[in-house]
C-alpha cells in the first residue's frame, strides 16, 4: 500500500525557515515524480515545488521561487521542502505527491498519490 505522511508544519512567525518532510512506504522513488501543493482556505489548489527522482531536476511555482527548495533522498524514500522566508500569505495545508514520471510533473491532476497533508500557519 502506497503512503506518504508529511510532516513539519506548525505555527511559525514570519521570515521563519521551517522544513517540511514527506516520507514514502510502498513503493520506491524511483521513475518518479514528487510535488509539493499546497491549499488555503477558500483558495484553489497551488504547485508549490517539483522535482524527478530520476534525474533531480526541479521547478517551483512563481509565488516560491528563490525561497522555497525541494529535494529528495532516493534511499530514505523521503522529500524534502525547505521554506525561507516565509510570510504570512504561505498559510495552507501542505501535500505531497507523487505521480509515475521520469520528469517533473507540475499538472497535480497527474500525480496518482497524495499524503493527508502538513498545516503550516505563518504569523506575522
Known amino acids: 500500500e502506497v503512503q506518504l505522511v508529511e510532516s513539519g508544519g506548525g505555527l511559525v512567525q514570519a521570515g521563519g525557515s521551517p522544513r517540511l518532510s514527506c516520507a514514502a512506504s510502498g513503493f520506491t522513488f524511483d521513475d518518479y515524480a514528487i510535488g509539493w501543493f499546497r491549499q488555503a482556505p477558500g483558495k484553489e489548489r497551488e504547485g508549490v515545488a517539483y522535482i524527478s527522482s530520476s534525474d533531480g531536476s526541479t521547478y517551483y511555482g512563481d509565488s516560491v521561487k528563490g525561497r522555497f527548495t525541494i529535494s529528495s533522498d532516493n534511499a530514505m524514500n523521503t522529500v524534502y521542502l525547505d521554506m525561507n522566508s516565509l510570510k504570512p500569505e504561505d498559510t495552507a495545508v501542505y501535500y505531497c505527491?507523487?505521480?509515475?514520471?521520469?520528469?517533473?510533473?507540475?499538472?497535480?491532476?497527474?500525480?496518482?498519490?497524495w499524503g493527508q497533508g502538513t498545516q503550516v500557519t505563518v504569523s506575522s
Open positions: 505527491a507523487v505521480g509515475r514520471s521520469v520528469l517533473v510533473i507540475t499538472t497535480w491532476g497527474r500525480y496518482d498519490y
